[in-house]
């Protein structure tokens, strides 16, 4: 495996958000701090790294956690290196709307729920093609981090999506999601708009509708683009009149939803099999 690392840094309209992936054998992390969490998923090999007064072990599989100002080093534990992807969330981004910070002792975990949530987010974050989609699974898994291995207060449960508020947010976001199906608003533009955090926005959003808002508005765009390719568009021509990012990106969803691809769909409604009377 040779040693490669690359960063990639994202805004969210609120925070920017560092982000590592890297593949290292030989290098060696002399002992530092941060002045953000580092949260990172190992993908290949296992990592080391001084933490606490502890040598600590980080194989495939597992979240490490490390706190703010909380010195450590790194290395490889074996031979053939490790492969991580890392996310650097400042306090503020993390605990958002939590009026104490909770503490997390034990910097290396494994859950499969919230190692997926992570490395998710990551992927699609450092690939940059739907950001609100990523956002949102970013949201997911800091929930899921601090709510599974967080010592301490966890704030204020979340609005119920029965409650008369709730409805009422739920039908905002749905308004402002389908007043440009081109151009989505940002994860936290959503979620100021209701005056809710952008997890508990998303948590209300899902139980009312079933879906995360991008998910629905993508589900919106199909819909659209069955109207428009049934009126005589062409697929290249739907892609971006209802906001994918291109012609394959409609197609994928597009099956995935109706069963057929856009050109299959439109060939079929412009030129209908006759039926005997």
């Not at 947010?169 to 608003?185: Q, S």
Request: a neutral charge.
């Amino acid at each position: 495996m040779s040693e490669s690392a690359s960063w990639t840094r994202v805004h969210d309209g609120c925070f920017e958000l560092d982000l590592l992936t890297a593949s290292y054998r030989r290098h060696a992390f002399t002992r530092h701090s941060h002045a953000t969490f580092a949260i990172g998923v190992v993908v290949r090999g296992e990592e080391q790294f001084h933490y606490r007064g502890e040598l600590r072990r980080a194989g495939v599989g597992s979240l490490a956690i490390l706190e703010p100002e909380e010195p450590h080093d790194g290395m490889a534990a074996a031979a053939e290196g490790w492969t991580y992807r890392v996310l650097y969330p400042s306090e503020a981004m993390l605990l958002e709307h939590r009026p104490v910070r909770p503490s997390f002792p034990e910097p290396v975990v494994y859950d499969a729920h919230a190692v997926h949530l992570l490395q998710t987010a990551h992927e699609e974050l450092t690939a940059g093609v739907d950001p609100l989609a990523a956002h949102s699974k970013l949201a997911w898994a800091f929930e899921a981090i601090v709510a599974r291995h967080g010592r301490g207060p966890v704030g204020a449960p979340p609005l119920k999506a029965s409650d008369a508020a709730a409805t009422r947010k739920v039908a905002e976001i749905r308004d402002r999601l389908m007043a440009d199906l081109r151009c989505a608003p940002s994860l936290r533009e959503l979620a100021a708009g209701v005056e809710l955090s952008p997890y508990h926005m998303l948590r209300v959003f899902r139980d009312a509708t079933g879906f995360p808002p991008h998910t629905w508005l993508v589900l919106e765009r199909v819909c659209r683009a069955r109207h428009l390719l049934a009126a005589g568009l062409t697929p290249a021509e739907v892609g971006s009149a209802v906001g994918f990012a291109d012609q394959a990106h409609l197609t994928r969803w597009f099956k995935r939803v109706t069963g057929v691809t856009p050109a299959a769909f439109r060939n079929s409604v412009q030129d209908p099999v006759r039926r005997p009377a």
